[in-house]
């Protein structure tokens, strides 16, 4: 039975810089207006970027967190759109896979590291006095996804294919680790989470057998596993919500392959209906005509998707409208890497592995 209450250092500042970039779909247009950049002088590959808050002498300040294979840095901003580097964590023998934040933790950022697979999840915080970086593992192993949670929680997944565990783990509101709590095992390697947005204790996994499960957070309970078909295999999850009892998931398909008709597909909404687990596709956003790449990195928030190709462009799409609304090109000949959107705005931030992070605002 499914419960009710769970389905119904040194600093760097670089000048503000203007482009716009032509949309990809002239009924739907999306701009792409480019505000700020900054330049990571780790020298070494970049591998991520995000925004948190980070409070700063008694302010809270929308700060960038930017990720090399060997430093993780946080940039607060300055004026004009301008940055300047006042943390940094530094790795020497595991390198960074990407940046995990855990909501509603003040001061506190998370981090994967690993080679191919994650190894270590780490968490990275200063002394109270604000005056040196301070790292925390959290857990280690043969860990398959990770994901931040409301309420200050950090859910992971690994162990052997005979020994795995679902382990959620909260924080206290310095950051402190404050207790553990395990869900029940789906017996399948997991790919990736999602909270189920208006269902605070619902968790959303994606499995390798593309089964996507349901877990109660409460209790640990796993409510539900589904079958999704066979069309798309190992589809990544990246947002779900909740309405009228039923479950709508936006998925990405890094194996899919493009067709003449269809195009090239790159990410899926999806409903799902729990009590009878039956599942169909509602819509597909595939690239325009003249595109072509597949699915490499990407972030969905609100009702929009951005993804980084193969080719090297950035793709945005209007999930609602369902539309591809702008493409972003390579920059001076060097290919995106990866892409998110900031927690708090309309602003989108991209990467290149070179360490050049773009901001621009979407509209």
Not at 96 to 110: E, S
Request: aromatic fraction near 8%.
């Amino acid at each position: 039975m499914i419960s009710e209450n769970i389905f119904p250092t040194a600093s760097v500042a670089l000048m503000t810089e203007i482009a716009d970039v032509p949309a990809c779909d002239s009924l739907n247009p999306g701009t792409l207006q480019l505000v700020s950049k900054l330049k990571n002088p780790s020298g070494s590959c970049s591998v991520d970027v995000s925004a948190m808050l980070w409070e700063i002498a008694g302010f809270k300040e929308q700060c960038i967190i930017t990720a090399c294979e060997y430093v993780v840095s946080l940039w607060k901003p300055l004026d004009t759109w301008q940055w300047e580097k006042i943390y940094s964590w530094h790795f020497a023998e595991v390198p960074v896979l990407q940046i995990v934040l855990v909501p509603d933790v003040c001061n506190l950022v998370c981090v994967a590291l690993g080679n191919l697979e994650i190894r270590e999840i780490r968490a990275l915080l200063c002394s109270p006095d604000g005056k040196s970086e301070k790292q925390v593992l959290l857990t280690s192993g043969n860990i398959k996804a990770v994901l931040g949670l409301t309420k200050r929680r950090l859910v992971s997944s690994g162990g052997t294919l005979c020994d795995q565990q679902v382990e959620i783990m909260t924080f206290a509101e310095d950051g402190g680790s404050k207790e553990k709590q395990f869900l029940m095992h789906p017996e399948e390697t997991i790919l990736t989470f999602a909270e189920v947005q208006g269902m605070q204790e619902a968790l959303l996994g994606t499995t390798i057998m593309n089964n996507i499960v349901i877990w109660n957070l409460k209790t640990g309970q796993l409510l539900k596993k589904m079958h999704i078909g066979d069309s798309y295999q190992a589809s990544v999850c990246h947002k779900a919500y909740s309405e009228m009892g039923l479950l709508f998931v936006v998925l990405s398909h890094p194996c899919a392959k493009g067709s003449k008709l269809l195009g090239s597909p790159v990410f899926q909404l999806i409903v799902i209906n729990p009590k009878t687990t039956l599942s169909v596709g509602v819509m597909l956003y595939c690239l325009p005509q003249g595109q072509a790449g597949r699915f490499l990195e990407g972030d969905v928030k609100d009702h929009f998707a951005a993804a980084v190709l193969t080719s090297g462009t950035i793709a945005i799409w209007d999930l609602l409208l369902g539309h591809c609304t702008a493409l972003l090109p390579p920059v001076s000949d060097q290919n995106w890497s990866f892409v998110k959107w900031s927690g708090v705005d309309s602003h989108l931030l991209a990467g290149q592995k070179d360490g050049n992070i773009f901001v621009y605002r979407y509209y």
